[in-house]
């Protein structure tokens, strides 16, 4: 009766989830520089008299409180809101007007569906005893991320939540589908930033310089040996250079050379020892080829770790919500994510959602200007949230 009723309710708010998911996706806004998101989201929780609070700068905290008996259980349901630094190249009526700004990784679906969400729960307060505390959080996509920003400033506080929940949109995922998987999920992320340091001279006088395009050629290999000669081979771990700037010409080898990548890892006794051997790689190639390297790793999110209950709840939920044929096992990824912050602190489930559709062309990848979604996919965000956290209420 209850899946029922909260289907009814998300169909019922789908145009104006809608609606604001569009204005958001309009409207982006990069990390931590979320004001007129969160001015929206604040006035929309306000609108409907549910309490909310600033956080975090950017951020907010709202509550809605069951009215069907007292009760000191509190679950927290997580939405991120910021966008990413890439122009979009959909051609939509909403497309973002923000020059060089686009939510391409889903955060605007995240936002409007808890959004929806609150308001399902808070037509449906009198149903439920416990306390729902709604995070809508700014800074995913940057470090230190605004996950850690909002628990330094007490976000699972005054009521502290016994678990949370946390959704996804996921585009190698057919619409209507929910994707789930307990124990280790999302890597811990790390970036390098190295600075290759010779002396630049004329390209036809190489004997004359020391070559930083050459020591940081090799640099770029060695450190593929970290990952494939260092690491224990049953242990997941990446290690890529994203970023290669040698700012020299046809006939110039510059004094410098810039690099940064990114360094991926589920085990924290391996990322420790990994750190320094992408320095001692680095330095001492340099060496070798009479320049020098300064190093910077610097520590980012730590892995996504789904609470075997938690989460084993949260897919029995699915099932009777979307049935078994539409819930999906997922593989672990190498991708990074600040919920992983929420689950150091108490049980988490991050679950994927399906936003593809094959037939209308909606299948471009996270991170991509032409990223979008099948918007379809807010009535099921919506509704099936709110009734994960009623079935963890109840429990």
């Known amino acids: 009766m209850m899946i029922e009723l909260i289907k009814q309710k998300s169909l019922e708010y789908f145009d104006e989830v809608l609606r ?14 979320e004001f007129k998101t969160q001015a929206l989201v604040k006035e929309q929780l306000s609108a409907k008299g549910i309490e909310v609070t600033s956080i975090a700068n950017t951020g907010l905290v709202a509550l809605i409180k069951g009215e069907k008996s007292v009760s000191e259980k509190v679950i927290a349901l997580r ?100 994707g789930f998987r307990s124990g280790q999920y999302m890597a811990a992320c790390d970036e390098i930033y190295i600075e290759v340091i010779g002396k630049g001279g004329h390209g036809a006088l190489p004997h004359k310089t020391i070559d930083a395009v050459l020591a940081a050629s090799h640099i770029v290999i060695a450190l593929q040996t970290i ?33 940064e990548g990114t360094f991926r890892s589920f085990d924290e006794a391996w990322r420790t020892k990994a750190h320094q051997l992408i320095i001692d790689v680095a ?63 108490m049980p988490g489930s991050f679950y994927r959602l399906g936003t593809r559709n094959e037939a209308e062309g909606i299948i471009s990848a996270l991170h991509t200007p032409t990223f979008n979604v099948d918007e379809n996919s807010l009535k099921l965000s919506t509704g099936f949230m709110a009734y994960l956290a009623l079935k963890e209420l109840e429990k």
Request: proline share 6%.
């Open 20 to 33: 604001l998911r569009r204005h958001l996706h309009q409207h982006p806004e990069l990390s931590f520089e």
């Open 79 to 178: 939405g991120d809101m910021d966008a990413l630094p890439i122009t979009e190249e959909n051609e939509i009526d909403y497309k973002s007007e923000n020059l060089g700004v686009m939510h391409a990784c889903g955060h605007d679906v995240h936002t409007s569906s808890l959004l929806g969400t609150a308001f399902i729960l808070h037509d449906l307060r009198a149903h439920f005893s416990g306390t729902i505390k709604l995070l809508f959080q700014p800074g995913e996509e940057k470090l230190p991320g605004g996950a850690s920003i909002m628990i330094a400033e007490g976000a699972l506080q005054n009521p502290s939540p016994t678990g949370i929940f946390g959704q996804h949109v996921y585009p190698d995922l057919e619409v209507g589908k929910l």
């Open 227 to 259: 990952t494939s000669r260092n690491r224990q081979p049953d242990m997941p771990s990446v290690l890529s250079i994203g970023k290669f700037i040698a700012n020299g010409a046809t006939n110039i080898l510059p004094n410098s050379v810039h690099l």
């Open 283 to 345: 330095q001492n190639t340099a060496k070798a080829f009479g320049a020098r390297a300064e190093v910077e790793v610097r520590k980012g999110y730590p892995f996504v770790y789904n609470d075997p209950e938690l989460t084993q709840l949260a897919r029995q939920c699915a099932v009777d919500y979307v049935g078994e044929e539409n819930v999906v096992d997922l593989d672990l990824r190498m991708t990074g994510e600040d919920f992983a912050y929420y689950s150091q602190e």
